[in-house]
């Protein structure tokens, strides 16, 4: 069995949880809701360029790139189902 690093294919986020107020923090990637009440309140996405600095010198790179946006798109389509 491949050992990896702990943060194998943990660029992104969870984005499950769209309607939680909080800061969700992948390694590199990471978003903000600001609900207010009952109504939608602020969004915002950041990146940790010294994480992606860190993340571009890592010899798993790719495959850990195409792991992190598989499990994106696999909780996208979930979320929006």
Same mark, same amino acid.
């Given at each position: 069995?491949?050992? !990896? #690093?702990d943060c194998?294919g943990?660029?992104f986020? @969870? +984005? &499950?949880?769209? @309607?939680?107020? %909080?800061? !969700?923090? =992948? #390694? +590199?990637?990471?978003?903000?809701?600001?609900?207010? =009440? &009952?109504s939608? %309140?602020q969004?915002? +996405?950041? *990146?940790?360029? *010294?994480a992606w @600095?860190d993340?571009l /010198?890592c010899?798993e790179?790719? !495959?850990?790139? #195409?792991l992190s946006m =598989? #499990?994106l798109? &696999? /909780?996208?389509?979930i979320r929006?189902?």
């Amino acid at each position: 069995m491949t050992t !990896h #690093k702990d943060c194998y294919g943990m660029m992104f986020p @969870d +984005v &499950l949880p769209k @309607d939680i107020t %909080g800061e !969700h923090t =992948g #390694k +590199v990637f990471s978003y903000r809701i600001e609900n207010i =009440g &009952l109504s939608r %309140g602020q969004r915002r +996405v950041d *990146a940790d360029m *010294a994480a992606w @600095d860190d993340c571009l /010198q890592c010899s798993e790179f790719e !495959h850990c790139y #195409k792991l992190s946006m =598989g #499990k994106l798109t &696999l /909780q996208s389509a979930i979320r929006d189902a």
